[in-house]
């Protein structure tokens, strides 16, 4: 079993930026690919970002995110971070970190992860 603990939501005015933290235990480096999803109200879960724990840590971003979204990992913590620039208020959602043990690539199906956060909130007022 693993155990991921998101922090940073917050409230915050369009255009804004946001640092959120995923923390994973129990935590081998080169086992785990990590990914963020954000569920707004009404809507599908929906994929944003992924990040391999081989390959230099390949990773990849959604389309409506790209340019402003940025996923990183910092193994030694055993923590992932997504960080947010240029917020709109579309990003406004509850933002959940996801994990699956594996040597192989990652995506932004929610099917492919095994794990989850409880979620942390992110409001971008216009």
């Known amino acids: 079993q693993v155990q991921l603990v998101e922090s940073g939501g917050a409230s915050v005015q369009a255009g804004g930026s946001l640092r959120l933290s995923c923390a994973a235990s129990?935590?081998?480096?080169?086992?785990?690919?990590m990914g963020w999803f954000r569920q707004a109200p009404g809507k599908e879960r929906e994929g944003v970002a992924h990040i391999a724990d081989v390959n230099n840590g390949i990773a990849g971003v959604a389309d409506s995110v790209k340019g402003r979204f940025t996923i990183s990992r910092d193994n030694a913590n055993n923590t992932v971070y997504l960080q947010m620039n240029s917020l709109k208020p579309e990003d406004t959602a509850m933002y959940y970190c996801?994990?699956?043990?594996?040597?192989?690539?990652?995506?932004?199906?929610?099917?492919?992860?095994?794990?989850w956060g409880q979620g942390t909130q992110v409001t971008v007022s216009s």
């Open positions: 996801a994990a699956r043990r594996t040597f192989g690539w990652c995506n932004l199906e929610s099917g492919y992860y095994t794990y």
């Open positions: 129990p935590y081998t480096s080169g086992t785990m690919c």
